[in-house]
């Protein structure tokens, strides 16, 4: 078998990806190791800068989204007891999108079915092979009988721990990783949420961030230690410790109800240089990770797959090379701003080991300053609706 763009992974920079390339009239093919329920299984991401609502719109998968999703202008910043909102509008004109990953990724899905062009999903073994060299193609196995897909390009959507990454050789990458003492223990309810926007908290006992899904799906997340295990956590303790964290408005008005999601999630920065080699492009989690702090995981993807799609472009339409041989610089330069402005947000808000009460009181007096800036408070705003792509 023969496509142009071979892409491995099929979670939203594989999908978005390709049905860019679809849309396009480039050829691609998308494999995945799981079972798209598996896919759709896994509960992640719940912000979208306008820059993902944009791509999503012009891969023709933003209708539901624009129906179901919650559009928001400002988010709370709470510490010292009280709440502080951000007025993410009001100081750049822009807002978010509130819409979760999974019905992000399910239309994604849906459109895909809709071109009817491939993907396969259950399949093992995928390996990207001679990407360095003229005829790149990928191997994989599926009932039991090993397939081969010749290329043009590889496109290793294949998150943090897939092939991709690990099939370029060491000496060729350089990566840059921080991973954090903590991790994120996180429910989904069918309960209203607390507030109408989020709240992210930093209070002595740990961080705390009150999300949702829609206005009756609340998504709530507290600090843990690593070493926490989900069995321990009934909802009643989970409740407790949110309720604990947050302000006394918000802790007395929670409605709290069964979570039928919980899970705990580990907090790293990752950063793999560079995103490109030979005929094989790194695009999302595969090249970088960042603590969902900043809301950006995700949204890094959309950007990635922005460069590599705009470059594949110019490759097959105008036959030029320069969009591709410029993916990995221009990926990267974005890619570090978001992985500054997670590592920022995940230090002020959370509790390290060594903050201790003279931390706490910095930390404080950070995020105070920060709530009484115009031009601090701009600042952030403008890094959590998203930087210009
Ligand atoms: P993905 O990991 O989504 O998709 C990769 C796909 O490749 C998967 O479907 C996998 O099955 C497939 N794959 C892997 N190895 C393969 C192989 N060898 N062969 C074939 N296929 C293979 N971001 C936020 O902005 N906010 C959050 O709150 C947030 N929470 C998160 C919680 C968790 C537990 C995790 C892991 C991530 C979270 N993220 C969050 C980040 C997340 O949303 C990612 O940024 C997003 O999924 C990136 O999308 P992809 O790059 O497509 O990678
Ligand atoms: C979520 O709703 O899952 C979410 C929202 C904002 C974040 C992280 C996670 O920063």
Known sequence: MRTQV???????????????????????????RVSKDYI???????????????????????????????????????????????????????RVMVYGQTELTHDLMDKREASGDSSVYEATNVTPHDFDGAGPYVTYEKDGVTHRIDCDFIAGCDGYHGVSRKSVPESALK?????????????????????????????????????????????????????????????????????????AEHAESMVTGPSFEKSIAPLRSFVAEPMRFGKLFLVGDAAHIVPPT????????????????????????????????????????RVWRAVRFSWSMTTMLHRFPDTGEFGQKIQEAELDYLVSSKAASTALAENYVGLPY
């Open 6 to 32: 071979a892409i491995i992974g099929s979670g939203p920079a594989g999908l978005l990806l390709g049905q860019l390339l679809t849309n396009a009239g480039i050829d691609n093919i998308i494999l995945d």
């Open 40 to 94: 759709l299984g896994r509960v992640r991401a719940g912000v979208l800068e306008e820059g993902m609502v944009d791509m999503l719109d012009r891969a023709g998968a933003g209708e539901r989204m624009h129906r179901e999703g919650l559009p928001h202008d400002g988010f709370s910043l709470a510490f010292d007891g009280r709440d502080h909102r951000i007025d993410l509008f009001g100081l750049t004109g822009r």
């Open 175 to 247: 990566s840059y990783e921080r991973i954090y003492p903590f991790g994120w223990l996180g429910i989904l309810a069918e309960v209203p949420p607390v507030s109408h926007e989020l709240i992210y908290a930093n209070h002595p006992r740990g961080f705390a961030l009150c999300s949702m899904r829609s206005h009756t799906r609340s998504r709530y997340y507290i600090q843990c230690a690593l070493d926490e295990k989900i069995e321990d956590w009934s909802d009643d303790r989970f409740y407790d410790e949110l309720r604990r964290r947050l302000p």
């Open 294 to 333: 900043g809301a950006k995981g995700l949204n890094l993807a959309a950007s990635d797959v922005y460069y590599l799609f705009d470059g594949l472009l110019g490759y097959y339409a105008d036959k030029s090379s320069a969009g591709i041989d410029a993916y990995s610089e221009r990926a990267l330069k």
